[in-house]
């Protein structure tokens, strides 16, 4: 089976080509304090230092006869070098992920490891989560929801097709503490190296178990969802608190719990009835609609996602749909022809379902709404 292998990567490469006894000591403090800054944060003098490191990684990586020298100069390399015992070339079939920070550093580093891979015949990708740096507590955070998010997707896309592993043998200590959880929890076998050699070990899959009896799943939906809503803590009795981040008497899941939540939200998603949420009704044509064989597990982990954000929507602005989020595509239907139940066709509104062309109609009443139809668009639009 190939495999898929997400490697973190850290800024090693460069700074391993800063020489300690030429080098200006400037070339060390250009390093350190931008090492959380983006391109456009840098200034000309520490970008002609590090594009200077750039040059020397290359043309080490490039020049290099020997092994031992291209797994010293990078961890990440060391890491992929271990996992194919030195023979770099049986990797042509797999697939690579470099985890990059959101900085110029960590950008470059995965270009420079990413550029050699490639040479190498091994297809690989970057992925730059969205504000992930250590710069501060938020912007760490805010990342790595980016790359929860990111990840839930391939693992999905990939987990029965390829052996997944994570190569921590780089990147920042933050970030490897996290990547360390998330790969057990997906059950990814992981690769350390000791430090100092090229010696290097790997941790199998756990047989980690989720307690489920913590997971309130219309609670945690709507506290996942892309809209921003707080959940009561009544509501969230037994929960426990490092799943979430409180403020007052109200609170929304925090990384932990969103990872947790990604883990196992298929479970609760792919049941034989849909999850209540608040605001929203099933009527019995909608619950026909998701019980026909043609819906499979995929469909209604799809329509739950969108179904928790129509829900927290719903809650957010009092029912007012007119306010909804434009991502949504929530819009009222044309024309005056009666359909089923008597309703005019100009009186049902309809969503999409993201990435797909299966769509939900529905009609707003009272501040809630009630959910009719689901399915392929020419079936809904035909009854909608």
Known sequence: MPRLVVSTVGTSLLTNQIDVYTDPEEYFIHIQESANNTEEEIDAQVKETILELKSRAENKLYTSNKTTEIRQASAELNGIYGLYDRNIEQGKLDIHWLIATDTYQGKITAEIVQEFLVNKGIKTHIQTPNTLSIVNTEKFSY??????????????????????????????????????????????????????????????????????????????????????????????????????????????????????WNRCKRKFFTGDIPIVFPRLFYDKSFLKDYTRNIVNEQNK???????????????????????????????????GQKCEGGIRKNQIDHFYIKNTGWRVSCIVKDGNLYLRHYGEHDYVNDNP
Do not use: C
């Open 143 to 260: 990342g790595i929801d980016a790359f929860l998010e990111w990840w839930d997707a391939i693992f999905l896309a990939y987990k029965d097709s390829h052996h997944i592993y994570f190569n921590l043998a780089g990147g920042f200590k933050a970030l490897q503490g996290y990547a360390n959880t998330i790969g057990m929890l997906y059950g990814a076998e992981i690769i350390y190296i000791f430090e100092g050699n090229l010696d290097f070990i790997t941790i199998p899959k756990l047989p980690i178990e989720i307690d489920y009896s913590v997971i309130k799943p219309t609670q945690f939906a709507l506290m996942a969802s892309s809209v921003d809503i707080w959940i009561k803590l009544s509501d969230l009795e037994n929960v426990p608190d490092s799943l979430i981040f409180k403020a007052g008497d109200e609170a929304k899941l925090n990384n932990w719990g969103n990872l947790l």
């Open 301 to 335: 982990v799809e329509l739950h996602d969108v179904l928790a954000d129509i829900s927290a929507s719903m809650i957010k602005f009092n029912g007012n749909t007119t306010r909804f989020d434009s991502r949504l595509h929530f819009t009222r239907y044309e024309g």
